[in-house]
C-alpha cells in the first residue's frame, strides 16, 4: 500500500514566517518519545501550514497522547523539535515555557477540571499564567476575566451552568466548559486529546461540533486525537495516523478506506468497526447470519 | 447575555457577585485566623514570657546533655576532699588515685583546669587564677564568704554575695565557695561511665578490648562467663541504669501493642453496628456511637488513673486504657471506613448468589482490610507515643523514668538518654509500622 | 497450554497464603496471650481480682457528683475558664501546627510536583517532628519559660506539624492529577496549581484531618496541663489528686471534658460532610 | 490465710529507678522472711500509691501523713499504720518552708498581697494541707483572688521551688527538717535536694514562713493481710536500720534513728483537718 | 408509527414447561418499578422462548438496568412477575433466592470485581452459593474449583493473568474475568449491564464475541444492555428498546432503522448517530462538506 510509511515522512518545504492570512506555520521535525525502552512517538515528523483540523487516530498505545503532550509540555520530548514560528518550542523554560502552554490550550479525555470548583472559575483558571501569584492565590479575580469567561461559557451553550460546580455537571458539559477554558486562554492552538472518548453520542456531537465551530470562527487549529474512524471523517480537514508511534499516515478524510484504517489499528480482517463503534462497512460478526447495520428495515413489535 | 429558562436566570451581575464574595471569603478567612492568633499572643502573655525566659538555662541543658562535669568538693564539716563525677556517691573517685589534673596533699589541692585556669585550694581559702583577668580569692568565714578581687570592677561572671562565692569565667570551669565547703566544677565532653560503672573491672576498655575478653576462657567472675558478665555489668550500670532503661522500654511497646490489638480486636465488630449501612437499626446504632464517643472523649490518661484503683500499677493498666480509648478510636473510623465502602464489589459478589456472611467476606473485608490494617499500624506508633505519656503520669515505663529523671533535673545527660532512645523506639515503630502496611496492603 | 502448570502454582501460591495467614494469625494470638500474662504479673493487681472493683473509683466520683446536685452545674461552670484556656492552647496549637503541616506536606509529595531532592529531607524531618511525644518538649519549655500554656501550646504545635504533614502528603499521595495538568497546560505557575488544582481537592481531606487534631490536640493539652502547662488538666489533677472529697469537681471536669470533645466532633462531621457531602451530585 | 505475693509500694518525687535500688534490700529481706515473691512498685505521685493501696492492690506502703489521711477518709477499712521513722534527735517531725525571691523584696507573708502563691502536690501534707490551714490563721485568705493573686499547684515540691527561683509565681511552700544551713538548703528536704541537683541558688531565695512541726507519715499495713504478716513486717521494719544499717539509710532516705511503733490515733488532727478541706 | 407501543406489549401465549430442546421460558409479566415518585421501569411484559442473545437499547435513565438488577434480584421489583420456568422468581427468598441469582449471572459496567483479590480467587466467587459458610469463610476452595476457574479464564483467552489482582488488569481483561465469574456460576442465563461501555472497542470487540461465543456454544440466554446500536445490531438476536421505562420497541435487529432508532432515543432530526460512534447512514455534520463516512477513498500519504 503506497500511502503508508513505515518510517517518518519526507520533511515538507519549510515556510519561513506567517503565510498570507497572517498564519504561522508549526513543524514538527523527527520528534520523539521514549519511555525506558518503549519508543511512544518515533521520529514524527510534518507540518501544519494553515490553520486546518487535524485529527489523529490509533490505537491505543500508537502515541497520540504523548504527541500532543509533547505540544503543550506536559511531557518533556526526547529527541526532534517543534518549531512554532520558527522557534523550538520544546527548548523554552520557566516563564515562557508556560506563557507557551497558554498559547496552546488542551482539553482533556477526562476533562481535567477541577471538579469542586464552580464552573466560572475554572474557565477563569485559563487566564492564570497573565495573572500575579498573589492576587490569584487570594482567588481574586476581575470582573472583565468574569465577562470573558461567562461570554466563552454562553458561545458554548451552558452559561446557566456557571455558577454549578464542576463536579455537578454531566460528562459533556464537563468537556464544553474544558473548551470555555481553553478559549478563555486565547490560544494559537487547541489540542484535544480524545475529547468524546468519555461521552455519549448525543453529547460527543454537541463537543465536536464546538471544536468544529471555533475551528472556523476562530481560524484557530485544532487537533484533535481521536478514536473514532467516523468522526476524524466528518470532522477534520486532515487525518494524521499513528501506529507503535510512526506516523502511517496522512492525508484528507476521504483517503481514509477500510484497508487503510485496517492498517492503521493493525487489525486483521475479522476487525470489523461496525461491530464496535465506527462505521464503513456493514459489519459480519463471527458466525451470525446478518446484522444488517446498513439495511434498515421493518421493525416488528 | 442572559439565557432564559425556568430556572432563576444566571446573570453577568450574579455570577461577578458570586466571585467577589468567594475572593472575599479567601482573603477575610485567613486574617481572622491571623487575628485570632495576634488575641492569643496577648492572653497568653507572649511578650511577657519573652522577657522572663531563660534562654541561659536552655544552654546548660544543651550543654549538660552532652558534657559531664566533675566535682571536686572540699567540704569543711569534715574536713575532706572528695572528687566525684556528677558529685555522686556512686561514682566517686578514690582519693588515693585521683585523675590527673587534681593534686590533694591532706587539707590542701590543687585543681587544674587548663589554658591557665588553676584553682589552689588551701584551706578554708581558695585561690582562683583565670588568665587575662587575675586571682580570685575566696574564703569560707564562719557566718559567709570573703572575697578579695583583683582591682576594677567586676565582671558579670563573677557574682559575689556574702554568703556565696560563685565564679565562672567559661562556661567549663566553675569555682563556688561558701561557709560549708569549696565547690570545683570541671567540664567534659561525652557521656561518662556510659558504659561501664566507674568501680566496674571494665571501665575505660575499648571495643576491641572487650570483644577478645567476651571470647577468652580467662573469666573475670568464675560463676559467669565473660560474654554475660559484660553484658551484665552493662546493664547494672548504677549512673545510667541500662537494664531498668531497657525494661521500662519494653513495658512501654507491651502496653502499646496490648492495647492497640485489644482496641482493634473489639472495635471492628463494633464498627458494624456503628455503620449506616449495616445497622438499620438507628437506636443501636446512635447508641455504639455514643459508646466510641464515650471511650475516646474519656483521655487515655485520664483512664489509666481510672484502672489504677481496679488493677493496679503496672503496664496492665495502661494498655487497658490504651484499648479503652482507641476501641472508641478505632471503631469510629472503621464505622466511617464502612460506611464509605464501594458498593459495586459487594453488589458483584451478591450477584453470585452468595449469602450475608459470604459477601461480607469478599465484598467487604477486602475493601476494608487496607484500611483496617494501615489504621491499626498508625495507631500502634502513635500509642507508642502516648504510652510514654499515660506512663510518666500512672502506668509506668519509660515515660515514668523520663518524667522522674526531667523531675529532679538530676542529669541532663539521662534525660537526653532517655529521650533520645524513646524518639529511635518511636521512628523504629513508625518505620516498622510503614513497612508493614506497604506489605500487607500493597505487597503480596 | 500452560494452565495445568498454572494450577500447580495457583495451589502451592493460595496453600502459602494462606499458611501465612495462619502463622500471621497465631502470632497475634500469642503476642496478646503472651502479653496479658506478662504484663498482669508486671502490675500490682491483677485483671480478674480487678474487674470486680471495675466500678469502684468511677462509682465513687459518679456518687459525689449525685449528692452535689444543682451545685453540680455552678461547679462546671466554674471550669469553664479553664477549659476555654485549654481549648486556646489546642486551637493555637493545631492552626500553627496545620499551617506547618500544609507546606511540609506540599513540599515533600512528587504527586504535587515538589521540588524532588527537598523530598526526602522534608520527609525526614517531619519524622522526627512526629516523633517527639508532646510531654517531652513541653517538660523542656517549661523548664526554660517557666510554667505557662505557650510551652504545651509550641509543643502541641511542633507535634502536630509532623503527625498532620505525614497525613496531608498521604492525601497529596491520592490525589486526582488531571486538574494538575489542566491547570499545567493552561501555563499556570506551580502556586498557582498548588492553589487551584491541589488545594480544592485536599481541603475537605485537610480540613476533616485537622478538626480531627483539634480533637486530639484538646486532649493533649489538657493532659499537659498535669505538668503544670495550666488549663483545665492542671485543674483535673488536682481533683483527681485530692480523691474523695474533691470527687463532685472531678465529674464536672471530665463532663465538660467529654461534652468539650463531643462538641468538636460534631463540628467536625458536620462541617466535613457540607464540604464533601454537596459535590456528590453524581 | 495465705498470701502468694507481696507488693510494697514507694512513694513519688525521688527518681523512680533510684527509689527501687534503695528499696532493693527491704525487697530480699521481705522475700526472704515471707516465703512469698515481693515486688517493688514506683508510680508518678502520691496518688497512685494511695490509690494502689485504696484497691487493695499494694501490701505495704510509706505515705505521708495527708497521704494516710486520704486513705483513712476514702475507706477506713484499707489500711492501718504501724509505724514512723524517728529522726536521730529522736524527734519524728519536719516543717512547711515558705520562701520568695530575695530580690522580690518579700521577707513575709505581708509582702505576699496581690502575689502568686504556689503549692505543690495536692496530697502533700507540707506541700499543701498544713500551709492551706495555717496560712489563712494568719489571716491571709488562700481563696485565690482575696489576698493572693491567684493560688496554684504547682504539682510537686521540685516544681514549686524552680517556679519560684525563675520567678513564675512569688512564693510558694515545700518541706525541710530546718536542721542545718539555708545555704545548703537545711540538711534533708526538698530544698537540699533541688540545691544537690543545682537547680536553685539557696542564696537566690529566702524563707518567709515555717509551719509547725508536721508529723512524719507512717507506714502502712494493708489491713487484709493476716495478722501473722502484719506482725512480721512490722518486726522486720522495726528492726530495719539496728540489723542493716546500710538498708536503713536506703529505705529511709537519710541517716535516722529507726522506725518506731505508732498508731491511727498519732493521725487524727490530720485526718480531721483533711476532712474539713474536704468539705 | 405502528410498530411503537407506549404502553405494555401484548402478552404472549404462556407456554407451559421446557420448549423443544429442554429449553424453559421466560416471562416477563408488567414488572414495574417505582423510586419515590419516579417510575424505572412500567409495566414492562415480554416473553424469550429460546436461547436468544438480547440486546436492551435505550438512552441514559430508561430503565434497563433496573430493569436487569430486577431480574437478579439486587433491586426489588414494586409490582409484576417474573416468571421462569413457570416459578416467580421474584417472591423467592433467603436461599432460593440466591440459588436463583446463582443461575442468572450478572456482568456489571464496572466490572464489579473485587480489586484486590488475585483473579482466579474472583472468578471462584461465582461458586459462593455452593459453598459452605465456614469454608469460604477461611477462603479456602477446591482444587476443582481452581481447575474450573482457570478453564473459564482460558476460555476467555487471559488464564496467563490468574495470578495478578484484578485491579492491575486493563478495563477490557477485568470485564473477561467478570464474565468468567459468571461463567463460573454455570448459570441458564447471562445478564450483562453495558458491558462494553467502559472499554476501548478493541477491548469491546473481545467482551462481545465472548459473549456472543458463549451464547452460542453454550446455548445460554444472554441478555445485554447496549449503549450502542450498531453492537446491538451486530451480535443481538433481538433488540429491545426501552424509553422513560416503558418497553417501545421489540424485534429483530434489521428492523432498528434510523427513525426507529430516533424515536427510542426521543433525538430530533439533527440527531446523527454517524457522528459520533453508530453506522446507519451517511454523517452530515453541520458545515462540512463532505465526511464520506460511506465512501472508502483512495487515502495519500
Ligand atoms: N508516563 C509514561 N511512562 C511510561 N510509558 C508511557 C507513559 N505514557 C505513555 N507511555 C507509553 O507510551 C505509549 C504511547 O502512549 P499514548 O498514551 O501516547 O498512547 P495513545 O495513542 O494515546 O493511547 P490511548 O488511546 O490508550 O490513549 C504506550 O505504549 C504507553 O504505554
Ligand atoms: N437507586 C435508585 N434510587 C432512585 N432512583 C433510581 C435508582 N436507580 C435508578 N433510578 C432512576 O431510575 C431511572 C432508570 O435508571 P436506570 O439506571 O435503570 O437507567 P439506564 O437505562 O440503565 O440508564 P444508564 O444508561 O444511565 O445506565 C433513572 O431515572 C434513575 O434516575
Ligand atoms: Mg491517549
Ligand atoms: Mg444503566
Ligand atoms: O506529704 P509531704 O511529705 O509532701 O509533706
Not at chain 1, 12 to 26: C, L, M, S, T, Y
Not at chain 4, 216 to 231: T, Y
Request: aromatic share 10%.
Amino acid at each position: 500500500m503506497s500511502f503508508f510509511c513505515n518510517g517518518p515522512v519526507a520533511l515538507v518545504a519549510q515556510h519561513d514566517e506567517h503565510n498570507g492570512q497572517g498564519w504561522r506555520v508549526i513543524q514538527f521535525q523527527e520528534v520523539t518519545k521514549t519511555f525506558g525502552s518503549r519508543t511512544a512517538v518515533n521520529k514524527v515528523s510534518f507540518n501544519i501550514e494553515k490553520p486546518q483540523m487535524v485529527g489523529i487516530i490509533g490505537r491505543s498505545g500508537a502515541g497520540k497522547s504523548t504527541l500532543l503532550r509533547m505540544i503543550n509540555r506536559l511531557t518533556p520530548a526526547s529527541a526532534g523539535q517543534i518549531l512554532f514560528d520558527g522557534r523550538d518550542i520544546l527548548s523554552l523554560k520557566g516563564g515562557m515555557m508556560r506563557r507557551w502552554q497558554r498559547d496552546c490550550a488542551m482539553v482533556f479525555q477526562q476533562f481535567n477540571l477541577v471538579p469542586r470548583l464552580d464552573v466560572v472559575t475554572n474557565v477563569m483558571l485559563g487566564r492564570l499564567n497573565g495573572h500575579g501569584t498573589l492576587k490569584s492565590l487570594f482567588n481574586i479575580f476581575s470582573q472583565e476575566d468574569v465577562n470573558s469567561a461567562l461570554g466563552a461559557l454562553d458561545r458554548l451553550g451552558i452559561a446557566q451552568e456557571a455558577t454549578k460546580r464542576a463536579e455537578e455537571l454531566s460528562g459533556g458539559q464537563q468537556q464544553r466548559v474544558a473548551i470555555a477554558r481553553a478559549l478563555m486562554q486565547d490560544p494559537h492552538m487547541i489540542l484535544a486529546d480524545e475529547p468524546i472518548a468519555s461521552l455519549d453520542p448525543m453529547n460527543a456531537k454537541i463537543v465536536m461540533d464546538a471544536l468544529r465551530e471555533i475551528h472556523e470562527r476562530d481560524n484557530k487549529i485544532v487537533i484533535c486525537n481521536l478514536h473514532t474512524l467516523d468522526t476524524a471523517r466528518t470532522y477534520c480537514d486532515r487525518v494524521i495516523g499513528m501506529r507503535d508511534g510512526f506516523l502511517v499516515f496522512d492525508g484528507a478524510p476521504e483517503a481514509l478506506t477500510t484497508a487503510v484504517a485496517r492498517e492503521i489499528y493493525g487489525a486483521d480482517e475479522s476487525f470489523n468497526e461496525a461491530a464496535t463503534s465506527t462505521a464503513i462497512d456493514a459489519g459480519q460478526s463471527g458466525s451470525r447470519e446478518s446484522a444488517g447495520a446498513m439495511t434498515p428495515a421493518a421493525a416488528a413489535v | 447575555m442572559t439565557v432564559d429558562t425556568l430556572e432563576t436566570p444566571v446573570t453577568q451581575a450574579l455570577v461577578w457577585n458570586q466571585v467577589r464574595r468567594r475572593a472575599w471569603l479567601t482573603v477575610v478567612v485567613p486574617l481572622a485566623i491571623f487575628t485570632y492568633l495576634v488575641y492569643t499572643w496577648f492572653a497568653f502573655g507572649v511578650p511577657e514570657l519573652l522577657s522572663r525566659a531563660q534562654p541561659e538555662r536552655a544552654v546548660i541543658l544543651a550543654t549538660d546533655s552532652v558534657a559531664y562535669k566533675v566535682h571536686v568538693t572540699k567540704s569543711f564539716r569534715d574536713n575532706e576532699f572528695e572528687v566525684a563525677i556528677e558529685g555522686e556517691r556512686t561514682a566517686t573517685y578514690d582519693n588515693a588515685k585521683v585523675p590527673d589534673w587534681v593534686q590533694l596533699s591532706g587539707e590542701n589541692g590543687v585543681v587544674d583546669l587548663g589554658d591557665g585556669y588553676r584553682v589552689e585550694i588551701d584551706g578554708r581559702t581558695a585561690l582562683f587564677t583565670i588568665p587575662g583577668y587575675g586571682v580570685v580569692e575566696g574564703t569560707a568565714t564562719a557566718d559567709g564568704v570573703e572575697t578579695v578581687l583583683p582591682a576594677g570592677p567586676a565582671p558579670d561572671w563573677i557574682k559575689i554575695d556574702p554568703r556565696k562565692l560563685d565564679v565562672r569565667p567559661t562556661l567549663d570551669r566553675r569555682l563556688q565557695v561558701t561557709k560549708t565547703k569549696i565547690e570545683v566544677h570541671n567540664y567534659f565532653g561525652g557521656w561518662e561511665n556510659f558504659w561501664f560503672p566507674f568501680r566496674s573491672p571494665l571501665y575505660g576498655m575499648s571495643f576491641s578490648q572487650l570483644y577478645a575478653l567476651a571470647l577468652s576462657s580467662d573469666r573475670m567472675d568464675p560463676e559467669t562467663s565473660n560474654i554475660w558478665f559484660i553484658v551484665n555489668e552493662f546493664l547494672e550500670n548504677p549512673d545510667w541504669q541500662h537494664g531498668k532503661v531497657l525494661t521500662a522500654l519494653f513495658e512501654t511497646i507491651m502496653m502499646a501493642v496490648l492495647g492497640t490489638l485489644t482496641a482493634a480486636f473489639f472495635g471492628l465488630p463494633l464498627a458494624f453496628l456503628a455503620a449506616r449501612n449495616f445497622t438499620p437499626s438507628k437506636l443501636l446504632r446512635f447508641g455504639t456511637r455514643r459508646l466510641f464517643d464515650f471511650l475516646r472523649g474519656i483521655d487515655m490518661l485520664i483512664w489509666s488513673l481510672i484502672f489504677i484503683r481496679a488493677f493496679g500499677l503496672g503496664p496492665l493498666t495502661g494498655a487497658l486504657a490504651i484499648a479503652f480509648t482507641d476501641t472508641g478510636s478505632l471503631g469510629k473510623l472503621f464505622s466511617e471506613a464502612l460506611e464509605n465502602i464501594d458498593n459495586k464489589q459487594v453488589e458483584g459478589v451478591r450477584a453470585t448468589g452468595a449469602n450475608q456472611i459470604q459477601r461480607y467476606r469478599y465484598g467487604v473485608i477486602p475493601q476494608i482490610l487496607p484500611v483496617f490494617v494501615s489504621q491499626v499500624l498508625y495507631y500502634l506508633e502513635s500509642n507508642t507515643r502516648s504510652a510514654t505519656v499515660i506512663g510518666a503520669l500512672g502506668a509506668g515505663g519509660i515515660g515514668l523514668l523520663l518524667v522522674e529523671t526531667m523531675k529532679t533535673s538530676r542529669d541532663w545527660e539521662n534525660t537526653s538518654y532517655i529521650i533520645i532512645l524513646t524518639i529511635i523506639v518511636v521512628i523504629l515503630m513508625d518505620q516498622t509500622s510503614g513497612w508493614l502496611r506497604r506489605k500487607l496492603i500493597e505487597g503480596k | 497450554m500452560a494452565v495445568a502448570a498454572l494450577e500447580q502454582e495457583i495451589l502451592s501460591m493460595r496453600k502459602r497464603r494462606q499458611l501465612y495467614s495462619l502463622i500471621g494469625l497465631l502470632l497475634v494470638v500469642a503476642v496478646l496471650v503472651s502479653g496479658y500474662s506478662k504484663s498482669n504479673s508486671m502490675n500490682s493487681g491483677g485483671f480478674i481480682q480487678g474487674l470486680s472493683k471495675f466500678f469502684d473509683y468511677p462509682g465513687e466520683i459518679v456518687v459525689e457528683a449525685f449528692e452535689a446536685g444543682p451545685a453540680f452545674f455552678s461547679l462546671m461552670l466554674q471550669f469553664v475558664p479553664a477549659m476555654l484556656e485549654t481549648l486556646n492552647i489546642a486551637a493555637v496549637a493545631t492552626l500553627l501546627g496545620g499551617a506547618m503541616a500544609v507546606v511540609l506536606a506540599m513540599a515533600s509529595t512528587r504527586n504535587v510536583d515538589s521540588w524532588g531532592p527537598l523530598i526526602p529531607v522534608v520527609r525526614r524531618i517531619m519524622d522526627i517532628t512526629r516523633a517527639f511525644p508532646e510531654l517531652i518538649i513541653a517538660l523542656f519549655l517549661i523548664f526554660v519559660l517557666g510554667s505557662s500554656p505557650v510551652p504545651a501550646m509550641i509543643a502541641v504545635a511542633f507535634h502536630t506539624a509532623g503527625a498532620l504533614g505525614k497525613l496531608f502528603s498521604e492525601v497529596n499521595e491520592n490525589i486526582d492529577r488531571k486538574p494538575i495538568e489542566g491547570l499545567s497546560a493552561c501555563g499556570a505557575s506551580w502556586l498557582q496549581r498548588i492553589r487551584f488544582a491541589v488545594l480544592p481537592q485536599v481541603a475537605p481531606n485537610y480540613l476533616s484531618y485537622f478538626l480531627l487534631r483539634l480533637e486530639i490536640n484538646v486532649r493533649a493539652s489538657a493532659i499537659l496541663g498535669f505538668v503544670g502547662a495550666g488549663g483545665i488538666g492542671q485543674e483535673l489533677r488536682r481533683t483527681i489528686g485530692w480523691g474523695k472529697g474533691a470527687g463532685d469537681e472531678t465529674a464536672a471536669i471530665f463532663v465538660l471534658l467529654f461534652i468539650t470533645i463531643m462538641a468538636i466532633d460534631q463540628l467536625s462531621s458536620y462541617l466535613r460532610g457540607k464540604l464533601v457531602g454537596s459535590g456528590r451530585a453524581h | 490465710a495465705e498470701i502468694t505475693e507481696f507488693r510494697i509500694g514507694l512513694l513519688g518525687g525521688e527518681n523512680a529507678s533510684d527509689r527501687l535500688r534503695a528499696n532493693e534490700c527491704l525487697r530480699e529481706k521481705t522475700e526472704e522472711l515471707l516465703g512469698v515473691p515481693t515486688k517493688l512498685f514506683a508510680p508518678a505521685d502520691y496518688n497512685g500509691v494511695i490509690e494502689g493501696l485504696l484497691g487493695g492492690n499494694l501490701d505495704m506502703a510509706w505515705l505521708g501523713a495527708s497521704g494516710y489521711a486520704k486513705v483513712f477518709l476514702t475507706d477506713p477499712e484499707a489500711v492501718e499504720p504501724v509505724l514512723v521513722k524517728v529522726n536521730n534527735d529522736g524527734s519524728y517531725g519536719y516543717y512547711s518552708i515558705g520562701f520568695a525571691r530575695v530580690d522580690s523584696e518579700i521577707n513575709s507573708l505581708e509582702d505576699m498581697k496581690g502575689k502568686t502563691f504556689g503549692f505543690g502536690d495536692p496530697n502533700s501534707t507540707s506541700g499543701y494541707l498544713i500551709p492551706s490551714i495555717e496560712i489563712p490563721k494568719l489571716g491571709y485568705s488562700m481563696k485565690p483572688g482575696e489576698y493572693f493573686s491567684d493560688v496554684v499547684f504547682t504539682g510537686g515540691h521540685e516544681q514549686t521551688i524552680v517556679a519560684v527561683f525563675n520567678g513564675d509565681i512569688a512564693g510558694g511552700v515545700t518541706w525541710a527538717d530546718g536542721l542545718g544551713e539555708w545555704e545548703d538548703g537545711y540538711n534533708s528536704g526538698a530544698l537540699r535536694k533541688a540545691t544537690d541537683a543545682g537547680l536553685v541558688d539557696m542564696t537566690e531565695i529566702k524563707e518567709i514562713w515555717r509551719s509547725p512541726v508536721i508529723p512524719e507519715g507512717p507506714v502502712v499495713l494493708s489491713k487484709k493481710l493476716p495478722d501473722d504478716i502484719k506482725a512480721k513486717m512490722t518486726e522486720l521494719m522495726a528492726n530495719l536500720v539496728k540489723e542493716d544499717k546500710e538498708c536503713g539509710y536506703g529505705v529511709m532516705a537519710g541517716e535516722a534513728r529507726g522506725f518506731e511503733p505508732i498508731t491511727h490515733a498519732a493521725y487524727e488532727s490530720i485526718v480531721a483537718a483533711r476532712k474539713a478541706k474536704s468539705e
